[in-house]
């Protein structure tokens, strides 16, 4: 799979189940995404840091500069007026 957009149920159960089942699928280079990645939906921020992000300080999600990356992915970026986090792998 080249582009993966997750946007259903939005608790963390749902969310981190969403990204194992379709991280295998994808290909290398391709980008998962997903909405809703706010204050609101606390489950979708907490799934999604859990699998992408490196380092989670000071309220702000992203992983931390100059350190090699241990999961999937080549970095977390969130795109606030979409509401949308993006991984590409």
């Not at 290398?28 to 380092?55: K, R, T, W, Y």
């Not at 992203?62 to 977390?76: H, Q, S």
């Amino acid at each position: 799979i080249d582009f993966a957009f997750i946007d259903a149920n939005h608790t963390y159960e749902f969310v981190s189940g969403d990204i194992a089942a379709i991280l295998p699928k994808m290909k290398q280079g391709g980008i998962l995404a997903g909405h809703d990645f706010n204050l609101c939906h606390p489950g979708v921020m907490q799934a999604v840091n859990e699998a992408f992000v490196e380092s989670v300080a000071d309220g702000y999600y992203k992983p931390e500069d100059g350190r090699p990356m241990e999961k999937p992915g080549n970095g977390f970026s969130y795109n606030k007026e979409e509401d949308t986090w993006i991984v590409q792998l």
